[in-house]
């Protein structure tokens, strides 16, 4: 069964470095997601994409955060600049084209600023 | 956005059904009604989704009321590995999608 990768699966970084975490969708999928889980807490939306372009970000999403497709088949989430609160589980996930179809996601990165 | 609302908690032993309910007084009509379980450091992982009536695959069962205000997923005869976090979720996934919003899920803890 096709499933979405991550890698890797787990960054250590300084607190004001840039970690890019990458995610590699489903091959047929057309649409893109970042999510993260602070430890303890729920699965908090950031960002979906589609089409080379960002369709909806949540608040947290703000200027730190950038979502790129470099090419067909890798799906990147940069934090520029971390901080410490940045430190979660991140979830790629992807879905299909037609209505209803449900999001696949990977086994997340866990990213940890130190 | 549908906001969903799940009980916090649940336990059961090996070989019990366990059904989750899960409210969703203000679904929309695209909406579909998705569930996801959760363990520990791992990604969601789909388990059913239906739009209405009842729904079975090969780990679950997904009843959903003429009015889908509301959905129930019962998972036959339960094991310890089925202690995790189930999540629904209500959405109209890809397509024409929208950002999908997790609640706090039911956590279920199965004992022997």
């Known amino acids: 069964e096709p499933e979405v990768t991550q890698t890797p699966s787990h960054q250590v970084t300084q607190m004001g470095q840039e970690v890019i975490l990458r995610c590699v969708p489903i091959?047929?999928?057309?649409?893109f997601y970042w999510y993260r889980q602070i430890l303890g807490q729920k699965v908090e939306f950031l960002v979906s994409?589609?089409?080379?372009?960002?369709?909806?970000k949540s608040e947290i999403f703000d200027d730190q955060f950038s979502v790129e497709r470099p090419d067909g088949s890798n799906f990147t989430l940069k934090i520029r600049s971390t901080k410490l609160e940045d430190s979660a589980m991140y979830f790629c996930?992807?879905?299909?084209?037609?209505?209803?179809?449900?999001?696949?996601f990977g086994n997340g990165t866990r990213l940890t600023v130190t | 956005l549908a906001k969903t609302t799940q009980p916090i908690s649940m336990d059961s032993y090996e070989g019990q059904e366990v059904n989750i309910t899960c409210s969703h007084n203000?679904?929309?009509?695209?909406?579909?009604i998705t569930w996801y379980q959760q363990f520990p450091s791992q990604g969601p992982r789909f388990i059913i989704q239906g739009y209405k009536t009842k729904v079975t695959n090969e780990v679950a069962s997904l009843f959903i009321p003429a009015d889908r205000k509301s959905s129930t997923l019962s998972l036959p005869r339960v094991s310890l590995s089925d202690t995790a976090v189930y999540y629904c979720l209500v959405g109209d996934m890809g397509g024409n999608t929208d950002k999908l919003i997790f609640g706090t899920g039911t956590r279920l803890q199965v004992f022997p």
């Open positions: 996930a992807s879905s299909g084209s037609t209505t209803g179809s449900p999001l696949h």
């Open positions: 994409f589609y089409n080379n372009e960002i369709s909806e």
């Open positions: 091959s047929n999928h057309l649409y």
């Open positions: 203000n679904i929309a009509t695209n909406d579909y």
